[in-house]
T-cell receptor
């Protein structure tokens, strides 16, 4: 069965630090990849997505993610985090042709001002 | 567009009571998903519908859980009888099919507490 692994369950950073959240998946075929963000008390919102083309994807709020097919990875990055980035981040993977995304467990990010 | 609308936002109920969670998907979206979010398990897919038809309910934890989608604009998730371990945030999401690069859109969630 397809699975999505987010290795960092909790990350604590100071403002202006750089961020990288890991995401690995187990499916070997064509995949569509997503990062969602859930701010405290709110619903999941799409941060960025990859379907095809340039494996380096730019999202909202300065986030980016790189799809490395050989490593089955789609890590999320941001060069300088802000206090307002405190949230839960979910990686999701969908098999090409499917409509059902599988979500990782999520990574809780706390940014200290 | 108002997005995916869920009600209620918060529900506190006593063990043994029936709980009904409601969802209105985005108009034109033909896929609807129900997810449960807990600290222990993260985000779990419970069931999803396509064109109002339940396609996969293998994620529904027990027979106490049931979901319906009587029409394209409304779905319910019912727990009867409810138990304290059902306490979680329940999200509804919808998306449209097709060949475009579409993603699932989530509702605000219903925070359920069973005491």
């Amino acid at each position: 069965a397809q699975s999505v692994s987010q290795h960092n369950h909790h990350v604590i950073l100071s403002e202006a630090a750089s961020l990288e959240l890991g995401c690995n998946y187990s499916y070997g075929g064509t995949v569509n990849l997503f990062w969602y963000v859930q701010y405290p008390g709110q619903h999941l919102q799409l941060l960025l997505k990859y379907f095809s083309g340039d494996p380096l994807v730019k999202g909202i709020k300065g986030f980016e993610a790189e799809f490395i097919k050989s490593k089955f990875s789609f890590n999320l990055r941001k060069p300088s985090v802000q206090w307002s980035d405190t949230a839960e981040y979910f990686c999701a993977v969908k098999k090409g042709g499917s409509y059902i995304p599988t979500f990782g467990r999520g990574t809780s990010l706390i940014v200290h001002p | 567009d108002a997005g995916v609308i869920q009600s209620p936002r918060h529900e506190v109920t006593e063990m043994g009571q029936e709980v009904t969670l409601r969802c209105k998907p985005i108009s034109g979206h033909d896929y609807l998903f129900w997810y449960r979010q807990t600290m222990m398990r993260g985000l779990e897919l419970l069931i999803y519908f396509n064109n109002n038809v339940p396609i996969d309910d293998s994620g529904m934890p027990e027979d106490r859980f049931s979901a319906k989608m009587p029409n394209a604009s409304f779905s319910t998730l019912k727990i009867q009888p409810s138990e304290p371990r059902d306490s979680a945030v329940y999200f509804c999401a919808s998306r449209r099919s097709g060949t475009g690069n579409t993603e699932a859109f989530f509702g605000q969630g219903t925070r359920l507490t069973v005491v």
